[in-house]
C-alpha cells in the first residue's frame, strides 16, 4: 500500500486537487495536511481511494466523488459530499448546511451537529448525523436514507418525495407532505447493522426511540392531497 | 456573496484587533474583492465629546482647504492626518470637539454639500477604515495591523445592488445613537418596509443600501432601550430575505441570521475570545478551536463586555 502526504498549506484549492488527482492514479492513500478549512477539498475525484483530511474542510469537501472514502478528522463548511455518487465521506466534528446535498449513492457520517437543509434533494445513499440536524432536514428528498442520532429541526422532510428520514431524539416539526410512522423490523435490523459499524454503539432501548419520517404521498401536488386530488 | 467578521476580547483590554481582523477577513477575501472595511472599537482614546471624522476629498486644488474651512467653522480641528488612497481621493481625518452628539450628523451633512467631498464617517468610541480593493492592500493603506481595541467587525464585499465606492464599503454607521455599525452579507427584500417607518420618525438615508437599513433599524431600536440581543431578535422576525449581519456597539458585537437560514455564520468561543464569521477559515485566525457552532437560521448571538 502506498502513501502520498500533501501539504496544504498557501496552496490554493486547484493545485491542491491536481495533485490530489495525479497521486490517486499511484497511491492507496493521500493523506492532507494543514488544510485550514479550505472549499472544494477532493473535487471530483473519482479513484477509489482513502483520503484523509487532518483538520477542516471547506465548502464541497468531496463533492461529486465516486468511490473515495475521505475522511476529514475535524469539521466541514455547507455541502460536504454534494452530489457524491458512491464513496464514503466520515466528518469527526461537525458540519454546515446541506450535509450530503443530492447524493445519488454512498455514505456520508457526521459525528456531531450539522446545519439546515440536510440530506436536500438526495437521490440515494445514507447520511448519517451523530448530533443534531437543522431547518428543513431532507428537503425535497427523492430517495435514500437520512438518521439523526440527535433532534432534528423545523420542517423535517419539506416536501419529501422518497426515502426516510429515522430520528432518534426530538422532531420539532414536520415539513409538508411528511408524516411519521412506525420503524419495521427490518428498518431495525438495518439500523443495529448500520450505526455501530461506524461507531455509534447505541443500547438495545435506545432503538426503541427512533421515529421514521416518510412522504404521505409520492406525488404531492400542491393544494391537493394528491396527483389525483 | 460577502464576508463578514467580528470579535471580542472578553477581558476588556487593549489587543491587536486590527490586526486579528485583517487576518480574518483576508481568508474571507475569496468572498468578496470590492471593497473592505473594519469597525475597531475601544483603542482611540479620545475625550468626552471629541469625535473623529474620515472625510473623502478628491484630489483637487483648493478642495481640502474648503472642507477644512467647513469644519472650522462647526468647531476648531484639533488634530489632523492625510491618508493617501487610489483613483485620486484621499481619506483626511480630522479630530474635533462637539458640545453635544446631536450636533455631529448637521455637521457631517454640511461637509457632504461640497462637490466630491464624502464624510465616510464620524465616531467617538471606534476607528473606522474602509475602503475599495482587497484586504491585504487597504490594510498596508491604513496600518491596521498597529490598531488596538477591545472588539470590533470587519467586511469583505461583493457588490451586488449598490455602487463600489469607499461609501458603499461597509460598515456602515447610523447617528441615531453614537457609534452604532453593522456588516451585511445578503439581501433586505423587504426593504422599504423597514425603511419607510424609520424616515417617518426622521431618521436620514444616505444611500438605497440595504445595509444602512440595517443599522437605522438596529440603532433604532436601541435608542427605545432594546438590549442588543432583544434588536437582533426583533429583526429576524421583521426583515426578509436572505442575510447574515453583525453589529458593532461601543460594548461588543452581535449577529442575526435570517429564517431560511440562506447565509452562513459561523461562532466559537474560549475563556479570552468571542468570535463569530462567514467561515470557519476566518474564526481560525483568532482561535485554535474545534468546536465550531452553525449559527442556525433565525438565530442571534450576542456578546458584550
Redesign the interface.
Given at each position: 500500500m502506498s502513501e502520498f502526504i500533501i501539504n496544504a498549506e498557501h496552496q490554493p484549492p486547484r493545485e491542491v486537487n491536481r495533485t490530489i488527482k495525479k497521486a490517486a492514479t499511484k497511491n492507496d492513500k493521500i493523506t492532507i495536511k494543514n488544510p485550514?478549512?479550505?472549499?472544494y477539498l477532493a473535487a471530483g475525484l473519482i479513484d477509489p481511494i482513502e483520503l484523509i483530511i487532518e483538520g477542516?474542510a471547506?465548502?464541497f469537501a468531496g463533492t461529486m466523488i465516486h468511490g473515495a472514502k475521505i475522511h476529514i478528522k475535524?469539521?466541514a463548511?455547507?455541502f460536504p459530499a454534494d452530489n457524491m455518487t458512491e464513496g464514503e465521506v466520515i466528518i469527526d466534528?461537525?458540519a454546515?448546511?446541506g450535509v450530503g446535498q443530492g447524493i445519488y449513492g454512498g455514505t456520508v457520517v457526521v459525528k456531531r451537529?450539522?446545519?439546515?437543509?440536510t440530506g436536500e434533494i438526495m437521490k440515494n445513499g445514507t447520511i448519517i448525523v451523530g448530533g443534531n440536524s437543522?431547518?428543513m432536514s431532507g428537503l425535497f428528498m427523492m430517495g435514500g436514507r437520512i438518521i439523526v442520532l440527535g433532534d432534528i429541526?423545523d420542517d423535517a422532510g419539506e416536501s419529501i418525495i422518497r426515502g426516510a428520514i429515522y430520528v432518534k431524539g426530538n422532531i420539532k416539526s414536520l415539513g409538508k407532505n411528511a408524516k411519521i410512522e412506525k420503524l419495521t423490523i427490518q428498518d431495525e435490523n438495518e439500523l443495529k447493522e448500520l450505526l455501530p459499524s461506524y461507531g455509534f454503539n447505541l443500547e438495545e432501548h435506545d432503538y426503541n426511540s427512533f421515529k421514521k419520517i416518510v412522504p404521505r404521498f409520492n406525488r404531492p401536488f400542491y393544494g391537493k392531497d394528491s396527483e389525483e386530488g | 456573496m460577502c464576508g463578514i467578521a467580528g470579535v471580542v476580547f472578553k477581558d476588556k483590554k487593549l489587543h491587536p484587533v486590527g490586526d486579528n481582523l485583517t487576518n480574518m477577513l483576508d481568508a474571507l477575501q475569496h468572498r468578496g474583492p470590492d471593497s473592505a472595511g473594519y469597525a475597531i472599537y475601544g483603542g482611540l482614546g479620545l475625550e468626552e465629546n471629541e469625535y473623529l471624522l474620515n472625510i473623502e476629498v478628491k484630489e483637487k486644488q483648493g478642495l481640502l482647504e474648503s472642507v477644512k474651512k467647513t469644519v472650522n467653522i462647526a468647531t476648531p480641528i484639533k488634530k489632523e492626518e492625510i491618508i493617501p488612497s487610489v483613483e485620486n481621493y484621499i481619506i483626511y481625518r480630522c479630530k474635533i470637539e462637539l458640545n453635544t452628539f446631536s450636533k455631529l450628523k448637521p455637521l457631517i451633512m454640511d461637509i457632504d454639500k461640497i462637490k466630491d467631498v464624502m464624510v465616510l464617517n464620524g465616531a467617538h468610541s471606534f476607528e473606522m477604515i474602509k475602503d475599495i480593493g482587497l484586504v491585504k492592500d487597504i490594510a498596508s493603506r491604513y496600518d491596521t495591523q498597529s490598531k488596538m481595541g477591545t472588539h470590533g467587525i470587519g467586511h469583505t464585499r461583493f457588490s451586488t445592488e449598490s455602487l463600489v465606492d469607499r461609501y458603499h464599503a461597509h460598515p456602515f454607521q447610523s447617528y441615531i445613537i453614537p457609534d452604532i455599525t453593522v456588516v451585511h452579507n445578503g439581501q433586505i427584500t423587504n426593504y422599504w418596509k423597514i425603511r419607510d417607518p424609520l424616515e417617518r420618525k426622521g431618521h436620514i438615508f444616505e444611500t438605497n443600501n440595504d445595509t444602512e437599513c440595517i443599522v437605522h433599524y438596529i440603532a433604532d431600536k436601541l435608542s427605545k432601550g432594546y438590549g442588543l440581543e432583544e434588536a437582533l431578535e426583533q429583526s429576524v422576525k421583521d426583515m426578509d430575505g436572505p442575510f447574515s449581519y453583525i453589529v458593532g456597539t461601543p460594548d461588543g458585537v452581535g449577529i442575526a441570521k435570517d429564517q431560511l437560514g440562506l447565509r452562513p455564520g459561523v461562532m466559537a468561543e474560549n475563556n479570552e475570545v468571542f468570535a463569530i464569521a462567514s467561515e470557519e477559515v476566518s474564526l481560525r485566525e483568532v482561535m485554535d478551536t474545534h468546536d465550531i457552532d452553525q449559527i442556525s437560521p433565525g438565530e442571534t448571538r450576542a456578546y458584550t463586555i
Open positions: 485550514n478549512a479550505m472549499h477542516s471547506g465548502y475535524e469539521n463548511g455547507w466534528g461537525s454546515g448546511d451537529d450539522v446545519g439546515s437543509r437543522g431547518f429541526s | -
